[in-house]
Antibody
Framework: QVQLQQWGAGLVRPSETLSLSCGVY????????WSWIRQPPGKGLEWIGE???????NYNPSLESRLLISIDMSKNQFSLKLSSVTAADTAVYFC???????????WGLGTLVTVSS | SSELTQDPVVSVALGQTVRITCQGD??????ASWYQQKPGQAPILVIY???NRPSGIPDRFSGSSAGNTASLTITGAQAEDEADYYC????????????FGTGTTVTVL
């Protein structure tokens, strides 16, 4: 059974960098896109971006200038860094596995990140 | 356009059928996947591809697509189906960008 466990700082100051990581337990790490999605309080889901085992990334154009998604194959984990955050970046951040032809089939539980001084 | 549009709220009587739609240019070229999200929980995948259900998803959930519209149908809605539902697909720009729909809240009366 595949499990995604995510961790990172829950409070980030404005203008600083949000950092989250997601560990993947069970299943292959090489055959999927590893994704980040966020959800502001009371709002809908927003796709942030994804990375595969070849380190190929795809980013949401609205976030691309501030975004870095990386992967560590030796630890079966991937990470998100979002720089220059503002209150608008306050959201629950989810990591998830994307399988081609299927979709986002496994999700982490989510991490609430609040941007506040 | 780079948007997937859904009706904000849909209501259905217990045991009746409800259809949730998702409209966008990219749906002419790519299938949508559908996600159910209950309060305080991560979304779960309920439909993908032409009309496929992951293991454990009840067969009252089904999917279809025509033109620029994808649909999720719940046949015989149950109280536990009350949730938010989101479609997801690729952007039509040709870039590898994925989009979520605006979301539909389903209320079971």
């Amino acid at each position: 059974q595949v499990q995604l466990q995510q961790w990172g700082a829950g409070l980030v100051r404005p203008s600083e960098t949000l950092s989250l990581s997601c560990g993947v337990y069970g299943g292959s790490f090489s055959d999927y896109y590893w994704s980040w999605i966020r959800q502001p309080p009371g709002k809908g889901l927003e796709w942030i971006g994804e990375i595969d085992h070849r380190r190929t990334t795809n980013y949401n154009p609205s976030l691309e200038s501030r975004l870095l998604i990386s992967i560590d194959m030796s630890k079966n984990q991937f990470s998100l860094k979002l720089s220059s955050v503002t209150a608008a970046d306050t959201a629950v951040y989810f990591c998830a596995r994307y399988q081609l032809g299927i979709g986002l089939d496994y999700w982490g539980l989510g991490t609430l990140v609040t941007v506040s001084s | 356009s780079s948007e997937l549009t859904q009706d904000p709220v849909v209501s259905v009587a217990l045991g009746q059928t409800v259809r949730i739609t998702c409209q966008g240019d990219s749906l002419r070229y790519y299938y949508a996947s559908w996600y159910q999200q209950k309060p305080g929980q991560a979304p779960i995948l309920v439909i993908y591809g032409k009309n496929n259900r992951p293991s454990g998803i009840p067969d009252r959930f089904s999917g279809s697509s025509a033109g620029n519209t994808a649909s999720l149908t719940i046949t015989g809605a149950q109280a536990e189906d009350e949730a938010d539902y989101y479609c997801n697909s690729r952007d039509s720009s040709g870039n590898h960008v994925r989009l979520f729909g605006t979301g539909t809240t389903v209320t079971v009366l």
